[in-house]
C-alpha cells in the first residue's frame, strides 16, 4: 500500500518567465511614457501684473487653425502688430479658443518672442 507522509515530491523549482515577461513589459511601459528632451519653459506674464494697458487694443484669440487679431483674422502676427505697438514690451493679450491646445498656445508665445516682443500676457 502507497503511504502519501512517506511520498517525498520532488520540489518543483517556480519559473522565472513569467516575472521576466512583467519585468520587460514594465519597462517598456516606463520608456515610452518617459518624457524626452528637456522641457522648454516659456516666461508669461499674468494679466493682473505689470504695467497698465497703454496703446492700442491688441487682443490676440488663438484658435486651432488660425488666428485673430481684435477680431480680424491675420496670416502674419508680428507684421500686424507692428502698428500697434509702440515698444517690444508693451502688453498683447493672448486668450484661447475653443479646443485649442495648450502646444498651439506655446508656438504662438514662441513666435512673439521670436519676433521680439516680450509682453504677451495670456488671459481667459
Do not use: C, K, W
Request: avoid cysteine; glycine fraction near 8%; charged fraction near 15%.
Amino acid at each position: 500500500m502507497l503511504n502519501l507522509a512517506d511520498h517525498n515530491p520532488r520540489r518543483r523549482r517556480p519559473s522565472l518567465t513569467p516575472m521576466i515577461d512583467v519585468v520587460f513589459l514594465l519597462l517598456v511601459f516606463f520608456m515610452l511614457a518617459a518624457r524626452f528632451g528637456a522641457p522648454v519653459s516659456q516666461p508669461v506674464e499674468l494679466g493682473g501684473q505689470g504695467a497698465g494697458y497703454t496703446g492700442a487694443p491688441r487682443l490676440v484669440t488663438v484658435l486651432p487653425d488660425r488666428l485673430l487679431l481684435n477680431g480680424i483674422e491675420v496670416a502674419d502676427l508680428a507684421g500686424a502688430l507692428q502698428p500697434l505697438v509702440a515698444d517690444p514690451s508693451d502688453v498683447i493679450a493672448l486668450r484661447a479658443g475653443d479646443n485649442v491646445t495648450v502646444q498651439r498656445l506655446i508656438t504662438v508665445l514662441s513666435d512673439l518672442r521670436a519676433a521680439g516682443y516680450t509682453g504677451a500676457a495670456v488671459v481667459e
